[in-house]
């Protein structure tokens, strides 16, 4: 919120603190004039018996400390409101004061860089970003975001004197005046950003971000058709700390997008290498099983052979077996 907004909403609370004290004094005034039931006891104390005194004067009594209890609580309240005015007096300085420490364009420039930096600091991976750019020219942009396809530079303008003279005017000739001085403060700030930091040759994307760090300053300048227009001539983006941070929400998802993009190449590759891995032990597997087959294949050669070998040993032994019976023949 901008300074002088914040000096009126002082001012008018402090008027409505006068207000409401003048009507608790004017009340308490009124509590203290004789009512009509006071002075009607008075006066049957005057005619009355001593018995009718006695139950009038308890009534007073009781009728005194009523109004005893609601004077006392009456300074309270006139004490706490006493106390908030003081505060609010001590705000209204500390504004004043606030107000004072922005007139020097530097202190703001730096007010409106550390905002940036929180913002930045907040939203964004350390890693993703760098705070007091340098290009090979020399010149140094607040902050400069990397991304993908190429580096964002964000340099912070706070263009408030004119501003504050344009808002502060109530002589529409001079207001008009200031409105040219403003228009034409902004657009030398455009200028600068786009001739200093769009570079695509150092790596840059082809537009760069104007941080405008008050939010009525933000408004005055996308309001007005020609400074629109004339920023996006020359590929500069304002922003506002409301705005710059959904710009920085879409690139905190495009971050998330390339991380997962990232992961799903690192699985994509990790199952490449088990097709090939399965490739090969299929290989394997085919070589081994043509080599089992052919093993096979001999054993059951071998074992046809070794059957017939069995059974000429066999048939063999039979015909030994026939000659024996031959010579036992002769003999006899």
């Known amino acids: 919120m901008d300074p002088l907004i914040l000096i009126a909403i002082v001012i008018g609370a402090v008027v409505l603190l006068g207000l409401f004290i003048n009507r608790r004094l004017s009340e308490i005034a009124e509590k203290q004039k004789p009512s009509d039931e006071l002075l009607e006891i008075i006066k049957m104390l005057q005619t009355g018996s001593k018995e009718d005194r006695k139950v009038l004067l308890d009534s007073l009594q009781r009728n005194t400390e009523s109004l005893n209890k ?29 107000q004072e420490f922005l007139r020097s364009p530097k202190l703001r420039g730096n007010v409106g860089e550390q905002v940036l930096k929180e913002l930045l600091g907040q939203m964004l991976p350390k890693q993703s970003f760098h705070l007091q750019y340098t290009f090979k020219s020399g010149d140094k942009v607040d902050a400069a975001i990397k991304t993908s396809a190429g580096i964002v530079p964000i340099d912070s303008k706070f263009p408030m004197e004119d501003f504050r003279k344009m808002s502060g005017s109530r002589d529409d000739k001079e207001k008009k005046a200031f409105e040219k001085l403003f228009e034409r403060d902004v657009k030398n700030h455009i200028d600068s950003i786009s001739k200093k930091y769009i570079l695509t040759e150092e790596g ?28 996006a001539a020359k590929r500069v983006l304002p922003v506002s700390p409301t705005t710059f941070y959904a710009y920085l929400r879409a690139i905190l998802m495009s971050f998330e997008g390339q991380k ?16 090939k891995d399965y490739s090969k032990v299929d290989d394997n597997l085919g070589i081994l099983q043509k080599h089992l087959n052919n093993a096979y294949n001999m054993m059951s050669n071998v074992v046809t052979s070794f059957t017939h ?11 030994g077996e026939g000659v024996k019976e031959e010579v036992k023949k002769l003999e006899d």
Request: glycine share 6%.
């Open 70 to 98: 609601r004077l006392d609580n009456a300074a309270k309240v006139i004490g706490n409101v006493q106390k908030n005015i003081g505060e609010f007096s001590e705000i209204g300085r500390g504004m004043k004061d606030l």
């Open 204 to 231: 840059t994307i082809d537009y760069a971000l104007m941080y405008v760090p008050s939010e009525s300053v933000y408004y005055e300048i996308v309001n007005s058709t020609s400074l629109f227009d004339y920023a």
């Open 309 to 319: 070998l069995g059974q000429k040993i066999t048939s063999t032994q039979s015909l």
């Open 260 to 275: 997962i993009e990232k992961e799903a190449r690192e699985i994509l590759s990790a199952l490449r290498a088990i097709q």
